[in-house]
C-alpha cells in the first residue's frame, strides 16, 4: 500500500537554484494538494488539483508552479528558490464529489533547506 | 478570512488521563472539520472528520464534537496512552469537496508513562 509518495526526503538547495518536488498516489484520487508546514505551525495550501489537467492557487502560491498531466502524478516546482521557502513540504490526495467528502491522505513530507 | 487557533499549544499529561484539545474557527461557515496526527517526521494521518450537520464523531477511544454556531471543536481522548503522543491538528474547510483545508498551528501532546 504505498499511498502518497513523496521524493526527495529532504534536499538542500542554494539560492537561485531551481528545483522540482515529485509527488504521486495510487489510490485513483481525484484531488490532490500541496502544503507547506513551517516549523511550529499549522500547514498552508499552496496548489491544489480536481483532476487532470485542472490546477488552482491555494493561500501561498508566489514562486511555485505546479502540473496535473495524469491523475497520479502532482510535481511541484521551485524556479528561483529563496530562503523563505525553506520549510516541509506535504503532498497530499483525496476523493471528493459535491456532498461527498473523505479525509485526505498525505504523504511523509520533503525537508527543504534554502541556503 | 478563516482563521483556526488550537489551544494549548502544548500538553504533557501522565498515561491514563482523560484529556481535551480544544479547536476554534472565526468564521462558522464551514462544511466539515477534520482532526489530523501528525508524528515527528511524518505526514498527517486523518483521525475524525466531522460534517457540519453532525455534532460528534468517534472513534475508538477519540470523541470529537462540532459546535458550529460558536465556531469550536474538542477532541476528547480518553484513557489516554503513551503512544498517543504526537501533535494534533484541526482544519476546517468552507468547500462541499473538503478541498482546501485551513490549519490550526496544532497542540503537542506528550503522554507521560
Same mark, same amino acid.
Not at chain 1, 518536488?21 to 500541496?34: A, E, G, I, K, S
Given at each position: 500500500?504505498? #499511498? %502518497?509518495?513523496?521524493? /526527495?526526503?529532504? $534536499? @538542500?538547495?542554494?539560492?537561485?537554484?531551481? &528545483?522540482?518536488?515529485?509527488?504521486?498516489?495510487?489510490?485513483?484520487?481525484?484531488? &490532490?494538494?500541496?502544503?507547506?508546514?513551517?516549523?511550529? &505551525? #499549522?500547514?498552508?495550501? @499552496?496548489?491544489?488539483?480536481?483532476?487532470?489537467? @485542472?490546477?488552482?492557487?491555494?493561500? %501561498? /502560491?508566489?514562486?511555485?508552479?505546479?502540473? $496535473?498531466?495524469?491523475?497520479?502524478?502532482? /510535481?511541484? $516546482?521551485?524556479?528561483?528558490?529563496?530562503?523563505?521557502?525553506?520549510?516541509?513540504?506535504?503532498?497530499?490526495?483525496?476523493?471528493?464529489?459535491?456532498?461527498?467528502?473523505? /479525509?485526505?491522505?498525505?504523504?511523509?513530507?520533503? $525537508?527543504?533547506?534554502?541556503? | 478570512?478563516?482563521? !483556526? +487557533?488550537q489551544?494549548?499549544?502544548?500538553?504533557?499529561?501522565?498515561?491514563?488521563?482523560n484529556l481535551v484539545l480544544n479547536c476554534s474557527f +472565526?468564521?462558522?461557515?464551514i462544511?466539515n472539520l477534520q482532526w *489530523?496526527?501528525?508524528?515527528?517526521?511524518?505526514?498527517?494521518?486523518?483521525l475524525l472528520l466531522i460534517q457540519s450537520s453532525q455534532r460528534e464523531q468517534t472513534s475508538?477511544r477519540l470523541n470529537a464534537s462540532l459546535d458550529k454556531s460558536s465556531g469550536r471543536s474538542t477532541l476528547y481522548i480518553a484513557?489516554?496512552?503513551?503512544?498517543?503522543?504526537?501533535?494534533y491538528?484541526c482544519?476546517v474547510?468552507?468547500? +462541499?469537496?473538503?478541498?482546501?483545508?485551513? *490549519?490550526?498551528?496544532?497542540?503537542?501532546?506528550? !503522554?507521560?508513562?
Amino acid at each position: 500500500n504505498a #499511498g %502518497v509518495t513523496q521524493t /526527495p526526503k529532504f $534536499r @538542500i538547495l542554494k539560492i537561485g537554484q531551481s &528545483m522540482t518536488l515529485q509527488c504521486t498516489q495510487d489510490m485513483n484520487h481525484n484531488y &490532490m494538494y500541496w502544503y507547506r508546514q513551517d516549523p511550529g &505551525m #499549522g500547514l498552508k495550501l @499552496i496548489y491544489y488539483s480536481v483532476g487532470a489537467g @485542472i490546477t488552482d492557487k491555494g493561500e %501561498v /502560491p508566489n514562486g511555485y508552479n505546479v502540473s $496535473r498531466s495524469t491523475t497520479e502524478d502532482f /510535481p511541484l $516546482r521551485l524556479e528561483l528558490a529563496a530562503p523563505s521557502q525553506t520549510s516541509v513540504y506535504f503532498c497530499a490526495s483525496s476523493y471528493a464529489l459535491p456532498g461527498l467528502n473523505q /479525509p485526505q491522505h498525505f504523504g511523509d513530507g520533503t $525537508r527543504l533547506s534554502i541556503l | 478570512k478563516q482563521e !483556526v +487557533t488550537q489551544i494549548p499549544a502544548a500538553l504533557s499529561v501522565p498515561e491514563g488521563e482523560n484529556l481535551v484539545l480544544n479547536c476554534s474557527f +472565526t468564521d462558522s461557515a464551514i462544511y466539515n472539520l477534520q482532526w *489530523f496526527r501528525q508524528d515527528p517526521g511524518k505526514g498527517l494521518t486523518s483521525l475524525l472528520l466531522i460534517q457540519s450537520s453532525q455534532r460528534e464523531q468517534t472513534s475508538g477511544r477519540l470523541n470529537a464534537s462540532l459546535d458550529k454556531s460558536s465556531g469550536r471543536s474538542t477532541l476528547y481522548i480518553a484513557a489516554s496512552q503513551p503512544g498517543d503522543s504526537a501533535t494534533y491538528l484541526c482544519a476546517v474547510s468552507r468547500e +462541499t469537496s473538503g478541498s482546501r483545508l485551513t *490549519f490550526g498551528e496544532g497542540t503537542q501532546l506528550t !503522554v507521560n508513562p
